[in-house]
């Protein structure tokens, strides 16, 4: 029982760690979509609205999609790094796997990793929720500046 207890703990101390380089990098992301939508927004007296609203969504879906590339490569360097997995992209396969929460891989880890695909999925859905609130606001602020 000892050993389960520690081996989840160290799990979860690894995953903090992760999880907060990865807050940081999804926390750069959303900046640039700040910045992203503010520099297109300045556009639309040119432009007009439809065009506007046509390149914030594909841009800003294009820098999420980005960001969370990047956050499943800083899980899979872990994996690849550490030998958890054995090559680098059977590392990046596992980490979308992950961090999608699709799961069931094929990929068997040791039983000394075994869940902490568990921790970057808990990880990947805070960070989805975040970018689904960030693009929420944007519809509503796109919506409020038609009205």
Same mark, same amino acid.
């Given at each position: 029982? =000892? ?6 703990? %160290?799990?979860? &101390?690894? +995953? *903090? ?5 990865? !807050? ?38 294009? =820098? ?6 990047? %956050?499943?490569? &800083?899980? +899979? *360097? ?5 030998? !958890? ?51 929420? +606001? ?10």
């Amino acid at each position: 029982m =000892i050993n389960f207890e520690f081996r989840y703990a %160290e799990q979860f &101390i690894v +995953a *903090l760690a992760l999880t907060t380089i990865t !807050v940081f990098t999804h926390s750069f992301g959303m900046n640039w979509v700040r910045s992203y939508f503010r520099r297109v927004h300045s556009l639309a007296k040119v432009r007009g609205p439809s065009r506007r609203h046509q390149l914030l969504m594909v841009g800003i879906v294009g =820098i999420m999609m980005g960001t969370h590339f990047i %956050e499943v490569n &800083i899980w +899979a *360097l872990f994996y690849w790094l550490r030998g !958890v997995v054995p090559d680098r992209l059977s590392a990046i396969y596992f980490s979308v796997a992950s961090y999608t929460t699709i799961g069931a891989n094929g990929i068997t880890l040791a039983d000394h990793w075994r869940g902490i695909d568990g921790f970057e999925a808990m990880a990947a859905m805070l960070m989805f929720g975040w970018s689904t609130a960030v693009l929420a +606001a944007v519809v509503v602020k796109l919506h409020s500046l038609d009205d």
